[in-house]
């Protein structure tokens, strides 16, 4: 009577024992899996109900992942996007109620020709997803102020309990003084209903002089974003130049202070703005990492998977080529792990996944989706 | 007494749904699995008789990986490579007799300083494997024409029956009227002692004005090289320009036709040397690609894994991303089977695996090590 089962053991370890690779942390070893292979830069993730998952890939597709890996043909109703330089499809969230009303949100530099160039601009669209595919598809948000030729989106998106969404968006690299600038949307973090519209409470409604879409600004390039699980709270990070990347918590009306005061220099060594790190009137950030590491997609850890890591907040690393743990005590952010460097991986998002386990997306022209996981 | 069989039977599909993605195939669904990952460009595979494997990282280092994917540290003894452009280290493999005299033979673009100037040329080491570590290193073979700035090294190794190693080697891409001239090693294949020293049935011995190491001239950039396993002779293949990847079957002193005869044009649109595809004095490949896929390291299977497939010529693409089969009967090829571009993976290496598996190597930053088997 033992045989079927010895069979069973020895068939798990055959079939397994090529994925046994791992990876030290405080947390104990870590088991990396290749969940899904072959997709074209994916920028984000997001879980499905079912079990399945989006994954956006940044040359403009939006496709299903089966449980099983399986890619599904790009879902129809994504619009043309600006696929140049950092340019594309970026992320995509589901609606707070989305087991009822299907709805998806995600964000894209958009092409747009003005005069004799083309350039980008972000913009955030809503969908039903049906059938698995995108069904009223309707443009909510778009950006204003110059072009971008490929560089700075930012394009993160959050929901908060209050259904509204925060857009991230970078200065495009060529506007950086646009991010001061309150009559435009560039390096800006904004707030908008679900159906585009601009909530009352939103700090700069009213005034002539600002867009009333703007939550902070000063922002350079905010490529990650989570809502806080306890305080329901925004938090963000965001790309400095050489050095000088940052954690921030943005409060409404709040100046972040690109390009005037930072922790980095130019790529050239020379000082940014001002020269300062600090200036009245501007905030400073919970974290800042010098030399830069590239922080992107972020998830606070709230499961049970790794009982150790409850409360810490993880963001991906591209140039950094890791996973970071920040532990954190309140709004302060306490220490620093560094994780999965033996990968090489840019690391574009982190979600953490109904079984409490954490899904990495690469960034690569074979991109991936990783689970990690306890070894066992 | 159920309870423990379907206890293990839901273990296995926890933990191995993850890698459950299957490829199609004329063989039937191809499972993959990443058997190791986090390479640095990894170029070629060499399996060791306890069946871990050597892997070279072009950056210059030589590792050891283990059955469960581990990789050692980089081994000591590896000379300084050039690592510009394509050039670092490259092949490596195993004596015949490894089992006895512990080496091993690798290649790589060597820097060399003249002047002002520092490039790289190939060079072909010897070396004896023992407690993981490289003793008794020794350069066998440096090659002597123009330097390259990073282009077109080749950089197979193989041996045949008679313990002589072939090497091939590129043109360096800006030299290409070398591959033309019997006075220097560039756009050429050598055949020599395992010692270094010229075998005295090479073609050009005792020549003035040839190089004695010269098998076959007229390549262009050949960097894959495998031995048929039935008639002992060496098959490469090359990459082309804008077209006219070949595969050739070099027998001794013969000119393969680059860069005066060739099936494709140069990148420009403007036509190669003669303008011609065939000349006397020249041969032909047995088999060409338009457009171009960039073939890398190749392999002839013979294992009993996929009976369907004994007796084809399996190589990897590059700019191709894929795997690809070539059915043939005797020197002809009959027929190409593409596999795998769902990856996207650049595929640098192909090996046969003691399991009868194919194992190939991603040429990427994070390059993998992947195991295809048929999906059970």
New interface residues.
Partial sequence: ?RS??VL??A??AL????????YKSSAGPLA?????????HPWALAFLPDGRMLVTERPGRLRIVA?????SAPLDGVPKVFAVGQGGLHDVVLDRNFAQNKTIYFCFAEPVTEGETTGGRTAMARATLSDDKLDDVRVIFRQEGPLSNGGHFGCRIVQTADNNLFLTMGEHFISRDEAQKLTGHLGKIIRIKPDGSVPSDNPFVGRDDAKPEIWSYGHRNPQGAAIHPVTGKLWETEHGPKGGDEVNIPQPGKNYGWPVICYGVNYDGTPVGSGKAEMPGMEQPIKYWVPSIAPSGMAFYQANLFPKWKGSLFTGALVG?MLVRLTLNGEKVTGEERLLH?????IRDVRVGPDGALYLV?D???GRIL?VAPAK
Avoid: F
């Fill in positions: 009577m079927p089962i069973a053991a068939l798990l079939s397994c024992t090529a994925h046994a690779q791992t990396v899996t290749t969940v899904a292979s072959g997709i074209v449980k099983d890996g399986q890619l080529e033996e990968l090489h991986e840019r690469t690569n022209q074979a689970r």
